[in-house]
Each structure stands twice: as structure tokens, then as C-alpha cells.
T-cell receptor, first 113, second 112 residues
Framework: AQTVTQSQPEMSVQEAETVTLSCTYD???????LFWYKQPPSRQMILVIR??????QNATENRFSVNFQKAAKSFSLKISDSQLGDTAMYFC??????????FGEGTQLTVNP | NAGVTQTPKFRVLKTGQSMTLLCAQD?????MYWYRQDPGMGLRLIHY???????AKGEVPDGYNVSRLKKQNFLLGLESAAPSQTSVYFC???????????FGPGTRLTVT
């Protein structure tokens, strides 16, 4: 069975600073996809970034980037120049066969002014 | 376009009562999913569907049933609600494959 682990239940960062959220996963597959989703207080789930396992290059979306370490099965999210609107619950997820997602427990990020 | 909608947004049930949650999408997606979200446990897949008329079990299917009679709708039923089913329920859709899933706004269900 696939497992995704986020070991940081809560984190905080000052506005404009950089923060990194950790995620590890376990899979026997060689080709797969990893995602970070954001859930602000509105409860709406929003895709932040996606990484394809066969691509060496780390994915980047504006202020959001990942550090993908395939051998270590690690997939961390870096948020640069943090903004108040980044305050949210962040979920790491892995795509399993049939396009189903396995989610981690979530990390509650608070950006302080 | 509304995207993915869920009805109702909130509901309180007594133990043993039944109810149906409706998910509707206007994105013409084949795949639809039902998740539940509980504190400290992330989202867990209850049931999913890969097309009209098909359903399959996810990680936590016990106590729930689903139907996909029309491509745009995916229903989640609780036949006899239990307090352990108190949760926030999310519906999601996608094209099938490693693509972005589009989520509904969620339904907060409390079973007393």
C-alpha cells in the first residue's frame, strides 16, 4: 500500500521569509506523480504544484518549488517570499494506479505579519 | 461554469438516519471521487468512479454506498449514519490519469 507522511503538523513563518514543508512517501512503482495541494480556511482544495517522478528537474511554480529526492522518497515544498495568503493547510499526495491520490496528514502553515 | 458542486454544505444527522450527498460536475470529466477529511488524517478515499455506471471501493468504503447513473453526478449514501462518520466530505473529478483533481467545496456532516 502507498503511504505518504508529513511529519510537521504545524509550522509558522514570518511574512516575506522562506519556509520548507516536508513530505516522504513509500511506493514500489518506478513511475508516478506527486502533488502538493493547499487548503485555505475557505476549505477549497487547490493544486499548488505537480512533479513527475521520471523527470530529474524539480518543478517550480512562481514562489513555490519542490525538492524531489527520488532515491530518498522525499518531496518537500519550498515557499519563497511567504505571503499572508499562503496561510493554509498543505497536503502532499501521491498518485496511485487508476489516478487515485493518497494524501499525507497535512501541515498547517501560518504566515505571520 | 460551476465546476464541481456539492449538496448540501452542512448537515446534522442522528445516529441511524440515512442521507445522500450529491456531487455534480460540468467539466465533462470521466473520473469522480469521494473523500472524507478528518483532523490529523488528511483526505481518505471512500469510493470512486471511472465512468458512468461504474463504481469502485477506495480506502475506507465501509458504511457508504455510491452510484453514478449519470456522467455528471456522483452520489454518496449513508444508509445508517454512525458518529464515526462525522467528517467533512469532498467530491473531486479529473480526466483520469496523473492530472489535477478538481474539488468541490465540501460537506460538513455531524452525526450525533
Amino acid at each position: 500500500a502507498q503511504t505518504v507522511t508529513q511529519s510537521q503538523p504545524e509550522m509558522s513563518v514570518q511574512e516575506a521569509e522562506t519556509v520548507t514543508l516536508s513530505c516522504t512517501y513509500d511506493t514500489s512503482e518506478n513511475n508516478y506523480y506527486l502533488f502538493w495541494y493547499k487548503q485555505p480556511p475557505s476549505r477549497q482544495m487547490i493544486l499548488v504544484i505537480r512533479q513527475e517522478a521520471y523527470k530529474q528537474q524539480n518543478a517550480t511554480e512562481n514562489r513555490f518549488s519542490v525538492n524531489f529526492q527520488k532515491a530518498a522518497k522525499s518531496f518537500s515544498l519550498k515557499i519563497s517570499d511567504s505571503q499572508l495568503g499562503d496561510t493554509a493547510m498543505y497536503f502532499c499526495a501521491q498518485e496511485t494506479s487508476g489516478s487515485r491520490l493518497t494524501f499525507g496528514e497535512g501541515t498547517q502553515l501560518t504566515v505571520n505579519p | 461554469n460551476a465546476g464541481v458542486t456539492q449538496t448540501p454544505k452542512f448537515r446534522v444527522l442522528k445516529t441511524g438516519q440515512s442521507m445522500t450527498l450529491l456531487c455534480a460536475q460540468d467539466m465533462n470529466h470521466e473520473y469522480m471521487y469521494w473523500y472524507r477529511q478528518d483532523p490529523g488524517m488528511g483526505l481518505r478515499l471512500i469510493h470512486y468512479s471511472v465512468g458512468e455506471g461504474t463504481t469502485a471501493k477506495g480506502e475506507v468504503p465501509d458504511g457508504y454506498n455510491v452510484s453514478r447513473l449519470k456522467k455528471q453526478n456522483f452520489l454518496l449514501g449513508l444508509e445508517s449514519a454512525a458518529p464515526s462518520q462525522t467528517s467533512v466530505y469532498f467530491c473531486a473529478t479529473d480526466l483520469g490519469g496523473p492530472y489535477e483533481q478538481y474539488f468541490g467545496p465540501g460537506t460538513r456532516l455531524t452525526v450525533t
